[in-house]
Antibody, heavy 116, light 108 residues
Framework: QVQLLESGPGLVKPSETLSLTCSVSGASISHFYWGWIRQPAGKGLEWIGRIYAGGKTNYTPSLESRVILSEDTSKNQLSLRLTSVTAADTAIYYC??????????WGQGILVTISS | EIVLTQSPATLSLSPGERATLSCRASHSVSTYLAWYQQKPGQAPRLLIFDASHRAAGTPARFSGSGSGTDFTLTISSLEPEDFAVYYCQQRTNRPPLTFGGGTKLEFK
């Protein structure tokens, strides 16, 4: 079955760049759309963006100037980079498979804390 | 950006009771709305898509209805494993995709 696994540093310093990887197994990333969603502790879900069709991307307006989504088809991996992070970027970050612009398969999520 | 408002914020019920959760959109989303269930320490799980279609593995006690700006998730008879947080999410033909703030379904 399709499985997603996020990885990356759990602690990032303010003003630095957050970089996460999502490893996908059981499906080729070339065949689907993929999304990233985040969730601050105890709060709701925020859509970050999506990547599809060989690297096309859409981002939520509030993060568009700081976020880049990319893919590595040779490794079947997705990546998220978020620059100039602040404490407000502390959250659990999820990658997910997109199904009709909903999210039908999710990774377990990774907690990223922004702190010096 | 379309804003989704969920109510109530918390719903206190007992197993066997019927649960009715609401999601209201700031603008029409047609039937492009999904419901997710999230348990503590877990990722969300897709339950309902396109307002009324159950996702694979969703029990029949879960049903969705609505169109335009007003949507409802109904759980006909609560099981102990249904106590969780529920989110709605809309997809119109332009980003951003947005989620509601959630309804916590708790034991009474």
């Amino acid at each position: 079955q399709v499985q997603l696994l996020e990885s990356g540093p759990g602690l990032v310093k303010p003003s630095e760049t957050l970089s996460l990887t999502c490893s996908v197994s059981g499906a080729s990333i070339s065949h689907f759309y993929w999304g990233w969603i985040r969730q601050p502790a105890g709060k709701g879900l925020e859509w970050i963006g999506r990547i599809y069709a060989g690297g096309k991307t859409n981002y939520t307006p509030s993060l568009e100037s700081r976020v880049i989504l990319s893919e590595d088809t040779s490794k079947n991996q997705l990546s998220l980079r978020l620059t100039s992070v602040t404490a407000a970027d502390t959250a659990i970050y999820y990658c997910a498979r997109v199904f009709r612009d909903y999210f039908d398969i999710w990774g377990q999520g990774i907690l990223v804390t922004i702190s010096s | 950006e379309i804003v989704l408002t969920q109510s109530p914020a918390t719903l206190s019920l007992s197993p066997g009771e019927r649960a009715t959760l609401s999601c209201r959109a700031s603008h029409s989303v047609s039937t492009y709305l999904a419901w997710y269930q999230q348990k503590p320490g877990q990722a969300p799980r897709l339950l309902i898509f396109d307002a009324s279609h159950r996702a694979a593995g969703t029990p029949a006690r879960f049903s969705g209805s609505g169109s335009g700006t007003d949507f409802t998730l109904t759980i006909s008879s609560l099981e102990p494993e249904d106590f969780a947080v529920y989110y709605c999410q809309q997809r119109t033909n332009r980003p951003p995709l947005t989620f509601g703030g959630g309804t916590k379904l708790e034991f009474k």
